[in-house]
């Protein structure tokens, strides 16, 4: 009988040892880091980063490709699913020019993101600017001159559909 009871003991105080650091171990973690802070980061991610400090927050990308835009000339995009990040540049220290993403997510401290209506932007964000260019609903954030950054909030039947932080590059 006295084995049996140490062995009883023995796993019952493994068991609170197992629960004490699960606990302890998940309290000392940080919160998750807001990912969608306009005009500084979306999924983590922030204007100025490297391919390998994206890998990083991100992982690995589904797709890996260098193509030719208008303005920017040849970029690479780096694809994660719902969220596409596009490089100003194609070397390995080339930085983010824009983010964008239509994950559902993906939300500020104030819960705007894909999905909210436009009435939910403009009561719970401060600084946004509304409006309809050429059949394009959006609202943004930021100064929409050449070298700033902006927070633009893409709108279609009245909920965001994609949200990009970027760089204006003309």
């Not at 969220?83 to 824009?98: H, K, W």
């Not at 894909?114 to 600084?127: F, I, R, Y």
């Not at 893409?154 to 760089?167: E, F, H, K, P, Q």
Request: net charge positive; with cysteine.
């Amino acid at each position: 009988m006295r084995p049996l009871r140490q062995s009883i003991l023995a796993l019952v105080t493994a068991g609170l040892l197992l629960a004490l650091a699960v606990n302890g171990a998940s309290a000392s973690l940080p919160a998750k880091a807001q990912a969608l802070v306009p005009q500084r980061s979306l999924a983590g991610v922030k204007i100025g980063m490297i391919a390998s400090q994206v890998r990083a927050v991100l992982g690995r990308p589904s797709s890996n490709k260098v193509s030719v835009r208008p303005i920017l000339g040849k970029v690479r995009t780096m694809d994660f699913g719902a969220t596409e990040v596009l490089f100003r540049g194609t070397a390995a220290t080339a930085p983010v020019n824009t983010i964008s993403t239509s994950s559902h997510g993906e939300r500020t401290a104030q819960g705007v993101g894909v999905g909210s209506t436009e009435a939910q932007l403009v009561a719970k964000l401060s600084g946004e600017h509304c409006l309809t260019e050429l059949g394009y609903r959006h609202c943004f954030i930021g100064k929409w001159s050449k070298g700033f950054v902006v927070t633009d909030f893409s709108i279609a039947n009245r909920r965001v559909t994609l949200i990009t932080l970027g760089v204006i590059t003309q």
